[in-house]
């Protein structure tokens, strides 16, 4: 990769189905790093056949956020074990706001740049990108809606934290994936 950004940490916010999968890959693809996503986190978590992996099933069927010290940990262990000098795209990560405090303090503990992007799309839109990819139980009607009171009652307060610490950038979900991508790769090769 010979795409430079000088963010260490790359973060795409946004509610469920707003394409933030899609472009930390494409960020991945562009300028290299790992990706790390509660998502998968607590999918791996729940295959577990534990009282934990047990418990994390059922939560993400649903379509509750992981609980904040089980998020906090999985997430501080990748900044200071898994991938202490190398790029990480996060995908879901910070959605609350004691975890997003938390995800700050880490990085200016370690001198670490980074740059949230938050995906707006309206909760409509929501709505009809879940039921047309139907992944999995995360995509029924009464977990999407959990899921958009979730973002409603914790996320928009961590990006209002880190709108307010001059970190995040608004994006425009709604347009293409390549109109997104373009204006994320802008704002990181800035």
Do not use: C
Request: charge should be negative; charged fraction near 25%.
């Amino acid at each position: 990769m010979d795409n430079h950004t000088n963010f260490q940490s790359i973060v795409l916010m946004g509610k469920i189905a707003s394409g933030k999968g899609t472009q930390a890959h494409r960020i991945l693809n562009h300028f290299g790093g790992s990706l790390y996503s509660n998502g998968d986190k607590v999918r791996e978590a729940s295959q577990l056949p534990t009282s934990f992996g047990r418990k994390m099933k059922e939560i993400y069927e649903a379509g509750q956020l992981a609980p904040e010290w089980v998020a906090s940990y999985w997430m501080a262990h990748a900044l200071t074990t898994q991938f202490v000098d190398s790029r990480i795209v996060f995908e879901g990560v910070a959605k609350k706001p004691n975890e997003a405090q938390l995800f700050h303090e880490i990085h200016e503990l370690l001198d670490r740049p980074y740059r949230v992007f938050n995906l707006i799309i309206p909760d409509d839109v929501v709505r009809i990108r879940s039921r047309a990819r139907q992944r999995d139980t995360v995509d029924g009607e009464a977990a999407i809606e959990r899921r958009l009171e979730a973002y409603h009652t914790y996320t928009e307060r961590s990006i209002d934290f880190f709108r307010a610490k001059g970190k995040l950038i608004d994006i425009n979900g709604e347009a293409s994936q390549d109109e997104v991508t373009e204006q994320i790769f802008t704002h990181l090769s800035a």
